[in-house]
């Protein structure tokens, strides 16, 4: 009777086309990783599913096994530019014993500190014709809660006065748009650039002066917001 010899395990997930991979990313992320670099360097609508299939090292039919389509893809890099920073608001609202200042200095230095520190400026995406779509519905609504609850901040900072719609999205814009700016100077900060916990204080001090807090008040504020989760 010829001997029994056991069988190899199973392979999960899917093959690469090119091998392991020598980063320490999951396959999935591999994807999202390829992804942004795609498009906001070529541009979404110029970016195929193949060549970031190609990119990631993975074949095109083995990409599908994570990403349906590439609006899938989309939605996900941009829900992560979004939902850490709503899981804060929604933590930080919750403490009402604590100064709405710096809560808001703290929510604002963490949205920004989190644009800021990612490889590629997702933030530029926000704005493309496709994000209009149906499938973006989730990342346009947890954007839309991040914004009430700067709105909210701001209520409780100076209650009852006007003109607080047009200052939240001018504040909503100050921290996408300021961010947007400076994370192309270098990397890593010093002389070449700006340091990530630099960028996210100054638009955290930027946020308050347009809450309208004096300097001692936002000093105090920055204080107090570096002790909050």
Partial sequence: MAAQHPRPPARVGRPRALGPSESE??????????????????????TTTRA????AGLRQASMYHYFARKEDILATLLES??????????????RPGADPAARLWALAAADAALLHRGLYNLGALY????????????FRGA?????????????????????????????????EGGVAVVRDRGRGGGED??????????????????????RAAREAAARAGRELP
Avoid: H, M, W
């Fill in 127 to 138: 704005q493309l014709p496709e994000v209009r779509g149906e499938r973006f519905a989730g």
């Fill in 81 to 94: 530019t979004v939902e850490p920073s709503l899981r804060l608001a929604t933590a930080l609202l919750a």
């Fill in 193 to 214: 650039g700006y340091g990530t916990a630099e960028v996210g204080a100054a638009v955290a001090d930027a946020v308050l002066r347009l809450a309208g807090c004096d």
């Fill in 143 to 175: 954007r839309a809660e991040l914004r009430a609850a700067y709105g909210e901040l701001l209520e409780l900072i100076a209650p009852g006065e006007p003109g607080r719609e047009l200052r939240c999205d001018l504040l909503l814009g100050l921290v």
């Fill in 25 to 46: 990313l999951s396959p999935r992320d591999e994807v999202l990783a390829a992804a942004a670099e795609l498009f906001t360097e070529n541009g979404y609508a110029a």
């Fill in 52 to 55: 970031v299939a190609e990119k």
